[in-house]
């Protein structure tokens, strides 16, 4: 099978050291300024500087995410932030704003530059067009099969990169009005009020035919997969998160790591229940999906009955004193207890 890097998230100091020493061959951060995460905690100038380094010396790829739209008066402080990373050694830049991008590939023709996933790029005729704008990766929108995807890398010369775990926007490729208009945050601006997880109600007329978290869809979990998906000639695979804990980070990389090694030694290809439950248990919206990569799913892709972290299932309450509140349950499963 041909090689494919594991690309994971890095929201903050931690979690790059999570990535890098649990197995990630490249990692991607945002600055204070200008991306999709600016809820993250993020690198100023000087840990920028030193995220690069600690990762480099580690044979680790850097990616730098100035993945917004960014507004005509911000274009010289956002070409700045990237003269900036650019000395400082990082590999690519990962662009949404077409403006930005076309600016950048002309004052640094050295510096890679990877078209975002929302830039909405679903398509062989999307993926030549930024081929021929000077884009060394496309990272295609989620919305795409694996049929689709395949079709793509055998023709082109350009390197693909897909999502393989994580959340799933409800919206094209996190191409969300919604938060702007509900929330007063703009998910294209990096403040992403998540307006998908919310409760709503489904109505005809004056009758409710469905209510709950109807737009909150379940992560994407690629594992049982994964052969299927290094055979399409796909060159990265990326693990979202950088809203999530260094623990969330170290965890995800390390098995897909496992996993992928698994697939490229010629040995059978079997996942292994323990490494399921690990996943599900670091963070799971009611269960995975596969999200468009094996088809669409419909409403088993989503999760209406809570929109965050579900935790597993270990067992039943059997009693409930009230007046003491005191819980006796059964577990099926070893629970480990903590101080």
């Known amino acids: 099978m041909p090689n494919v890097e594991l690309l994971s998230p890095v929201g903050e100091w931690n979690s790059l050291v999570a990535a890098v020493q649990n197995g990630a061959n490249a990692v991607y951060f945002g600055a204070n300024e200008f991306n999709a995460r600016m809820n993250s905690t993020n690198f100023n100038k000087e840990e920028l500087a030193k995220a690069i380094d600690y990762a480099k010396l580690r044979d680790v790829k850097t990616n730098l995410t100035l993945n917004i739209l960014i507004k005509n008066n911000e274009f010289k402080e956002a070409l700045e932030l990237v003269e900036y990373a650019y000395k400082s050694g990082i590999d690519a830049i990962i662009v949404q704003d077409l403006g930005l991008a076309m600016e950048i590939i002309k004052n640094f023709p050295d510096l890679d530059v990877h078209s975002s996933t929302q830039m909405t790029i679903y398509n062989l005729q999307g993926v030549k067009e930024v081929e021929k704008l000077g ?45 702007s208009i509900i929330g007063g945050r703009s998910g294209n601006r990096g403040k992403c009020a998540g307006t998908c997880r919310l409760p709503y109600s489904l109505l005809n007329h004056n009758q409710v035919l469905d209510k709950g978290y109807l737009l909150s869809s379940k992560d994407v979990c690629t594992l049982d997969i994964l052969p299927e998906l290094i055979n399409t000639g796909v060159k990265s695979f990326k693990i979202e998160g950088r809203m999530k804990s260094p623990k969330y980070v170290g965890l995800v990389t390390s098995i897909y790591r496992k996993y992928i090694d698994l697939a490229n030694s010629g040995k059978p290809y079997i996942v292994e229940q323990e490494d399921r439950e690990k996943l599900m248990q670091i963070f799971n919206r009611g269960g995975f999906s596969t ?25 039943e309450v059997s009693n409930y004193n009230s007046n003491k509140g005191y819980v006796k349950f059964k577990t099926e499963k070893q629970i480990n207890l903590r101080r």
């Open 291 to 315: 999200g468009y990569l094996k088809g669409k799913l419909g409403k088993e892709m989503m999760y209406k009955f809570k929109p965050n972290h579900m935790g597993i299932y270990v067992g």
């Open 135 to 179: 884009f060394k990766r496309c990272v295609l929108a989620r919305e795409l099969s694996i049929e689709e995807i395949k079709n793509i890398c055998k023709n082109t010369s350009m390197e693909i990169e897909v999502f393989i775990h994580g959340a799933l926007c409800i919206c094209y490729s996190g191409q969300c009005l919604m938060s």
